[in-house]
């Protein structure tokens, strides 16, 4: 799903994987001051904290509030007490949040036709925020929205569904008259797959599938907000301002694993702010979150002076630096290799905010997450954990690659952390005797810019964020030959990665996973070893995320596929 | 009674003489005088401290190195040990000129020695681009004031042109274009990193500072009768303005050398601060605020030491350029009463 500190990119999808669903250890009501507080498991609705204004604050607004267009964790953070799909990840801290149940449907779908038909019940009694029930009509027109908002994902997510091609060549006309079919006497919906799809079901929690009134309109709503199904609902929204969330009227709740209802009766979100003062506004309780990461040289203050309002919580994400397999030097695996040897992931790790903010990373799956696998290829002294780099190993592999004296660029993002570690990269390409430039670009362009060929990139610092739980959200889009697109903006295999035996094994995975969730992990594990052989990538850091909280907010909650749970928090 | 003059008088110093006299006796201007020599000197010998004093290389980043601090081997990036252990802090200034006597920045860069590196881009950048823009505002306002006409027409509305952008949006706007693919103007290429590409940009940008006053001194030259003769009596035009303008507007370009300076290197930090000047690893003190924008609630020095140094230049510089302006143009301090 995403990239970068918060913001989501489009992804190419894919394929087979499952999860399973622990129970996580912790459970958390009010302040942590522990480093890790995620929270855990579903508790009932506590009467006496519910009322009050929740005060979010953001530098910037995250564009249209249009679920099925939007592709930010900024608002899809917020679409979790919304919007309703078929099927939504459990509302629970912890690692049960990657559980994905039923939410408008009844009950998990009966899948038949070899894995390719879906067939679901919806639930009666559910009401719109703007007072009209919900019927399976308005499913059927919310899945042929997605191809008339022209939605991020409905090429990738939803291109499985019968007559999605159709969909996305002229959207305006989208029917998919066999591919989503409703029956109001049943009151049931059915999907028909073009071939089985293991991740449908995670597809269909995500916001893009969420379900809308039939009568929305069939353009990005922007900063229309459209009617909710879940316990808020928008009441205005300025881009440039702030953002007003009030209780829907018309919520009831129907299940408290898929939408619980919420604590604040009014959740105000106000844009524009620096992030120092964000901080500032947090620690004098004139705001009770801030979306963006605190700064660097507020990050000893807040983990001392308000340790207690700092929830921690580590990331199935990993920030990485691309190698161009098809430009000089990095067209050369030698030279590739000697990268990876090269970085000082500790560094990477000191320039992210230090040990309890990120840890150094040698797989691309990060730790915890389906098919990781414990190996480290390139760390001094071998091993399953990174441990230091081998500088003089990088450099014979260097002056054996006979790429020594060439020019490399790097790009980064142009904030602080961003620019920092793409500081140290030109750092140490210089001391491996490489002629390294740094090109730091505006957030904004920088992840389209590094993806389309045309621009040359040789390294680029860039992250991945899950989208979901499936080793396939990281292997089979980054590095997969279909998601290599030279001359697009959207070619999210940004090293040029192709390797035909690789394809097969990744294939290989998503056919076992059908059947066999734990031996496809094994697979994938595989896959990411035998990648990482080849060096395309050099993975830097697992980083964790912080929530700063004012002192008045209690039920800290932290679902790891979306993040904290806004609805969630109370403040009386 | 003689009209030759008698044995015993003193012949006129001449001008130029005169105006070092008056410069000399001008304290202020003295005093600034050495300060920016000691700025110089200090920026000189930056390889020789970096080199043989801190023994540390200032454009490599040493997140992971260590110093000696009382003799205890500490890290230079310091993770926080106390509460939650979040982030990481630089060594703050140590006062031992050996160990990174004013902290380093947020890459383990040692900022005295990167500071002493970066008056040399800083110093370099900004006398390099008043020289140029004096000189090429010398060159525009001479020949738009004397030739007039059409031409005079043409290069003073592209001046006026020019003068109307806000400065520092243009200098952004031609730093981010020519930041991205360099300069190419003929035979003549910058490379998007180059020191030359900033000299460039602020000459540019500045050329109408000049050029502008020294049109309008020329147009009241071309008709001073000592001009006219020259013309009737036949002499070539480049020879009337090598002989009898350029000796005449040169005080006054070289009054603005000293301010034009201080001004430059004002830019030059400015866009460095943004970003669009001096690019990584070189430094600049403009870039070193920068890097000390993220340090400021816990290492402030990083951004304060370069800020004092930028202060303290450009008021000498500015100092010294009214020392001259006065030493060349007498008249104007007694009109102006300073």
Redesign the interface.
């Known amino acids: 799903m995403s990239r970068t500190t918060r913001r989501i990119a489009p992804a190419a999808a894919v394929a087979a994987l499952a999860l399973t669903a622990a129970c996580s250890s912790s459970s958390d009501s009010g302040s942590s ?1 522990a ?1 890790s507080s995620s929270g855990s498991g579903s508790s009932a609705f506590q009467a006496q904290h519910k009322g009050g204004t929740l005060k979010l604050v953001a530098h910037a607004a995250a564009g249209s509030f249009d679920p099925q267009v939007n592709y930010t964790l900024q608002y899809w953070q917020l679409f979790q007490s919304m919007y309703d799909g078929l099927l939504a990840f459990k509302k629970v801290g912890g690692q049960e949040s990657f559980t994905v149940v039923p939410d408008l449907a009844t009950a998990m779908p009966k899948v038949t036709n070899g894995g390719k038909t879906y067939t679901f019940t919806l639930r009666k009694g559910i009401t719109f925020s703007n007072g009209k029930p919900l019927t399976t009509d308005d499913v059927v027109a919310s899945f042929q929205r997605i191809f008339k908002v022209s939605s991020p994902t409905a090429g990738t997510f939803y291109n499985g569904i019968v007559g999605a091609d159709a969909c996305l060549k002229t959207p305006a006309s989208c029917t998919l008259p066999k591919g989503v079919i409703g029956d109001a006497k049943t009151n049931t919906v059915t999907i028909n797959l073009t071939a089985p799809d293991p991740e449908f079901e995670y597809k269909l929690a995500v916001p893009h599938a969420v379900v809308v009134p039939k009568d929305s309109p069939t353009k990005d709503a922007g900063t229309k907000p459209l009617p909710t199904t879940g316990p808020y609902t928008a009441a205005s929204y300025d881009p440039n301002r702030a953002l007003k969330l009030v209780r829907n009227p018309h919520f009831k709740e129907w299940s408290r694993e898929a939408e619980p209802q919420g604590y604040p009766d009014v959740i105000d979100y106000t844009f524009g702010q620096t992030v120092e003062s964000e901080v500032t506004a947090v620690e004098n309780g004139q705001a009770d979150w801030m979306f963006d990461a605190p ?11 308000y ?1 207690s309002q ?1 929830h ?1 919580n580590p990331l199935t994400a990993f920030w990485y630096a691309t190698l161009n397999v098809h430009m000089a030097p990095f067209d050369n695996k030698l030279a590739r290799q000697a990268i990876n040897w090269a970085v ?1 992931r ?2 990477v790790v ?2 992210y ?5 990120a840890s150094p990373a040698c797989t691309i799956l990060p730790p915890g997450f389906p098919g990781h696998v414990n190996s480290c290829d390139y760390t001094k002294g071998g091993g399953t954990t990174w441990r230091a780099a081998d500088l003089a190993k990088a450099k014979a592999l260097v002056k054996q690659s006979g790429t020594a004296g060439q020019e490399v660029g790097i790009v980064v993002q ?1 904030d ?1 952390v961003n620019k ?1 570690i793409g ?2 990269l ?3 390409l ?2 491996l005797g490489y002629k390294a ?2 090109k ?1 670009l505006s957030g904004n362009i920088q992840f389209t810019y590094i993806q389309n060929t045309k621009n040359k990139v040789q390294l680029a610092l860039t992250s991945w964020y899950q989208d979901y739980p499936a080793a396939s959200d990281f292997l089979n889009v980054l590095l997969s030959c279909a998601s290599y697109h030279p001359g697009s903006d959207s070619s999210i295999n940004i090293s040029g990665f192709c390797d035909k035996t690789v394809d097969a094994r990744m294939q290989a995975a998503i056919k076992t996973s059908q059947t066999d969730k734990a031996g496809a992990d094994k697979q994938w594990g595989a896959v990411d070893q035998q990648i990482m052989g080849e060096s395309p990538v050099v993975p830097l850091i697992n980083p964790k995320l ?1 929530d700063f909280t004012s002192t008045r907010v209690g039920n800290y909650r932290f679902s790891k596929q979306f993040y904290m749970l806004v609805g969630q928090l109370w403040v009386k | 009674m003689t009209l030759a003059p008698s044995a015993g008088a003193r012949r006129s110093p001449g001008p130029w003489r005169t105006a070092a006299g008056d410069l000399l006796r001008n304290r202020s201007a003295l005093a600034s005088a050495a300060v920016l020599l000691l700025v110089v000197l200090a920026t000189v010998c930056a390889p020789l401290y970096a080199d043989h004093i801190a023994h540390t290389d200032p454009f490599q980043s040493h997140v992971s190195g260590t110093t000696v601090v009382d003799g205890k081997t500490v890290p230079v990036l310091t993770p926080s040990s106390t509460g939650l252990g979040l982030g990481v802090t630089p060594i703050g200034p140590t006062w031992d000129p050996a160990h990174y006597f004013l902290g380093a920045d947020n890459q383990g860069r040692d900022v005295m020695a990167r500071l002493l590196y970066g008056g040399r881009t800083s110093l370099f950048i900004g006398f390099t681009a008043a020289l140029l823009t004096c000189v090429l505002g010398t060159a525009v306002g001479v020949v738009a004031g004397y030739a007039g006409g059409v031409l005079d027409a043409v290069i003073s509305r592209v001046l006026d042109v020019i003068w109307a952008f806000p400065v520092y949006l243009l200098a952004i706007c031609l730093s981010v274009v020519l930041l991205t693919n360099g300069l190419k103007l003929g035979p003549l290429t910058v490379d998007a990193g180059s020191l030359w590409l900033p000299v460039a940009i602020i000459a540019a940008i500045y050329v109408p500072y000049i050029a502008r006053p020294l049109r309008g001194q020329v147009l009241v030259l071309r008709n001073k009768e000592y001009i006219q003769a020259a013309v009737g009596s036949g002499a070539p035009t480049p020879r009337i303005l090598r002989r009898e303008v350029l000796p005449n507007v040169v005080p006054t370009a070289l009054v603005f050398v000293p301010l034009m300076t201080a001004l430059a290197m004002l830019t030059e930090s400015a866009l460095s601060f943004l970003s669009v000047g001096v690019q990584p690893p070189d430094a600049s003190w403009g870039t070193i605020i920068e890097d000390g924008l993220g340090l400021l609630y816990t290492r402030p020095a990083v951004t304060i030491a370069p800020g004092l140094l930028i202060a303290l230049t450009t008021a000498a510089l500015n100092v010294l350029g009214d020392g001259v302006r006065d030493a060349l143009d007498p008249g104007a301090r007694l009109r102006g009463g300073v």
């Not at chain 1, 905010?353 to 903010?357: A, H, K, M, V």
């Open positions: 001051s480093p700064p660097a040289d507020r990050l000893s203050e807040i983990g001392t002076k340790a700092a921690v000082d500790s560094a000191r320039l905010g230090g040990t309890n903010l142009d602080d920092s500081q140290y030109q750092s140490l210089t001391q430039t740094l730091p912080i």
